[in-house]
Nanobody, 123 residues
């Protein structure tokens, strides 16, 4: 099992920055990739950024390229999402995900989720 706990959400004005953190515990050695997803009411959860735990691969949604950066501190079992130049459309609940087998599926065996952290960006 893998446990994920997000933190760092909050309210910020457009153009501001936030850094989300995801603390990973449990069978961390089994994780292939970590990802950040977000969801707003009435919409499907969408992938934002992904990083391979062993390095060498990352992916970003077009809507956040150049503004968001995903990184990891394997020694501390932490994954970060640095969000700069935030826009009102970035407002959502942000979730951390860990995938044992792929990079990163939205559901399935071997996919784990945190409880989410809310980000609100005002115009």
């Amino acid at each position: 099992q893998v446990q994920l706990v997000e933190s760092g959400g909050g309210s910020v004005q457009a153009g501001g920055s936030l850094r989300l953190s995801c603390a990973v515990s449990g069978h961390t050695y089994r994780i292939n990739c970590m990802g950040w997803f977000r969801q707003t009411p009435g919409k499907e959860r969408e992938g934002v950024a992904v990083i391979r735990t062993g390095g060498g691969y990352s992916w970003y949604a077009d809507s956040v390229k150049g503004r968001f950066t995903v990184s990891q501190d394997n020694a501390k079992n932490l994954v970060y999402l640095q969000m700069n130049s935030l826009k009102p459309e970035d407002t959502a609940m942000y979730y951390c995900a860990a995938d044992q087998f792929a990079c990163v599926r939205s559901h399935g065996s071997g996919v784990y989720w945190g409880q989410g952290t809310q980000v609100a960006v005002s115009a």
